[in-house]
């Protein structure tokens, strides 16, 4: 069964994963199979609280298990791999190679050094329609902070994620719905790959999707992330080491239905790559 993240108080989570498929994937962490109208997308809800009328609406989230895909073979799950250790030693790798791998250990040393020294700004703006590129960089550098502080390199922006984010956004706006899944079944890995990002379907690759909305001072790139890393499932997408690029979209207003007409944003955030 998938793990549910029990719901924060006033709030609930909504993220979906996606990591590349391992060879022989622990049996532990695969989840039954994949629904016919989601065959490449696996999601697990959990329901949360809401505000009293007139509140400010906490950050929303709902949570999610996992998409895998690797070239020809599929399979779900609801955490990162855990590797096991290897029984017989791997052969010494001969002088070169150590100098390569120390060389890009350095450059990864320096690249996490530098994030942690670049303070984030903006992180406590009211998304609205002026400021929405200063809300997007602010997200980016908190969630970049967080893997420095994990270890792992920064994600860089890649405009066909971002174009997959914002489509989904606008759409949840429009509709009014907050879902992974669109009303009509489109999922995540429908959008990336609409987007262009996934280039052919003999390429695997390495998909997850983290989504909030909160109103007021709650909307704030600050509120928002703070309450995706209090999520295991959220915190999974932003610390999965095999993501290399992402794509965020910030709407200055929440579903409406949702946020009972107050003033707030949605936020949608794709991690991804692509493994040839």
């Keep these: 069964m998938c793990r549910i993240a029990t719901p924060l108080a006033l709030a609930s989570i909504l993220a979906c994963a996606g990591f590349a498929a391992p060879a022989e994937a622990p049996a532990a962490t695969l989840v039954s199979p994949l629904p016919a109208h989601a065959r490449d997308f696996a999601r697990a809800a959990s329901a949360g609280g809401t505000a009293a009328p007139g509140r400010h609406h906490r950050p929303r989230v709902k949570s999610g298990c996992a998409v895998v895909k690797h070239h020809t073979r599929s399979a779900r799950r609801c955490a990162p791999r855990r590797t ?9 790798a001969p002088p070169q190679q150590h100098s390569v791998v120390a060389g890009a250990k350095a450059s990864q040393s320096v690249t996490i050094a530098k994030v942690l020294a670049t303070p984030c700004q903006n992180t406590e703006l009211t998304p609205e329609a002026a400021n929405l590129a200063l809300v997007r960089a602010a997200i980016l550098c908190l969630v970049n902070t967080e893997r420095a502080q994990n270890g792992l390199d ?5 405009p066909r994620l971002e174009a997959a984010a914002e489509s989904h956004g606008r759409e949840m706006i429009s509709v009014d719905y907050f879902d992974h899944v669109s009303p009509s079944g489109v999922t995540p890995v429908d959008r990336v790959r609409g987007a262009g990002y996934i280039p052919s379907p003999e390429d695997g690759y390495v998909i997850g999707e983290n989504l909030a909305w909160g109103t007021l001072s709650l909307s704030t790139p600050a509120s928002i992330v703070a ?3 209090a999520s295991p499932e ?12 992402t794509g965020i979209d910030v709407e200055p207003e929440a579903p409406a239905s949702l946020a009972e007409h107050v ?9 991804g790559v692509v493994v040839h």
């Design 227 to 229: 309450a995706w890393i």
């Design 154 to 158: 920064p994600l860089e922006t890649n």
């Design 234 to 245: 959220h915190l999974a997408n932003i610390l999965e080491g095999k993501y290399r690029e």
């Design 263 to 271: 003033q707030g944003a949605l936020y949608t955030q794709e991690f």
């Design 84 to 92: 096991k250790p290897t029984r017989n030693p791997a052969p010494a």
